[in-house]
């Protein structure tokens, strides 16, 4: 059975908007947790902003932070003056932006991203010609999130969900012991039983090393009737993680305007990215 991973970062805490009061879900008799993380964090200014201002409004639990990036070093001051969660957020495919990125790192990371995104299936090839800039390229960003944040990352994601790809999956890149987000979530319907068996494989394969949730899923699409609350829903009974983008527009006003606490119907949002030992480690129960 897994179990959380704590961090040294005090998270945001304190009461939702005045209408909507503040009750842990585990006050509430549930088992689960809903987490929502924001991703980006510390990619431009604009990003981080607005990510600022959902964890002042209490709507995300959490946020996954770049290193190497424009606004990487000003994020990191805030999110530690603020006490904002973070971890990791692994970038394998996006140009750094950052002023002080080596020639030599940049050179191993543009190896790296060529080969990621010259075709959508390249994530599930194992390169071992790359093995070494893939390395390279992952260490550097796990030793500059220490620098900058004052600390190793207990949590880890990725760009693209680009922390899940073969060379890094199957070389165990990624500290033993962390949490790691796994796969999204389908059910039958949704994906094809390959595509299916293919994420189930790579979830098993991860909860070897990591603690991970039970379900994870994206916000959007917002507006597919009933999906939300199906989604947030599971979170009474399971640990539910939900990434968003508060850099677009239709995912920040959602967020920001409340409308997250109505469809989570009772369903209040970690105050941090929190696992529960209850159910945490599994792969989920499938739902058809």
């Known amino acids: 059975m897994a179990t959380s991973a704590k961090s040294s970062l005090q998270p945001l805490m304190g009461p939702p908007p005045q209408s909507e009061p503040f009750v842990p879900n585990r006050a509430l008799g549930h088992k689960g947790a809903l987490i929502i993380n924001a991703d980006d964090w510390g990619l431009d200014r604009e990003t981080t902003d607005r ?7 209490h709507v995300i639990s959490s946020a996954s932070g770049m290193v190497f990036m ?61 093995a070494g800039s893939f390395k390279y390229v992952v260490s550097a960003q796990l030793e500059e999130f220490h620098r900058i944040y004052g600390e190793a990352p207990r949590r880890i994601d990725g760009h693209h969900h680009m922390h899940l790809c073969a060379n890094v999956l199957f070389a165990n890149l990624l500290p033993a012991g962390t949490i790691a987000r796994r796969s999204f979530s389908f059910t039958a319907s949704e994906k094809g039983l390959v595509n299916r068996m293919y994420r189930g494989l790579v979830d098993i394969v991860l909860a070897r090393r990591h603690d991970i949730s039970d379900f994870f899923y994206s916000l959007i699409p917002i507006d597919a009737p009933g999906r939300l609350a199906r989604i947030l829903g599971l979170a009474r009974d399971f ?49 058809s």
């Open 70 to 130: 424009a606004d990487s070093e000003r994020a990191a001051a805030l999110a530690r003056e603020q006490s904002i969660d973070i971890g990791l957020h692994l970038n394998l495919t996006q140009e750094f932006s950052g002023q002080s990125v080596s020639a030599q790192l940049r050179e191993h990371h543009r190896r790296v991203a060529s080969f990621l995104i010259r075709h959508r299936l390249a994530q599930i090839v194992y390169h071992p010609g790359l």
């Open 51 to 57: 990510i600022r201002e959902c964890a002042a409004k």
């Open 239 to 287: 640990v539910v993680e939900v990434e968003t983008h508060p850099a677009q527009p239709n995912e920040h006003a959602f967020l920001t305007n409340g409308d997250i606490f109505r469809v989570a119907n009772g369903i209040q949002v970690e105050g941090r990215y929190s696992l529960r030992d209850a159910s945490v480690g599994t792969t989920g129960p499938v739902l």
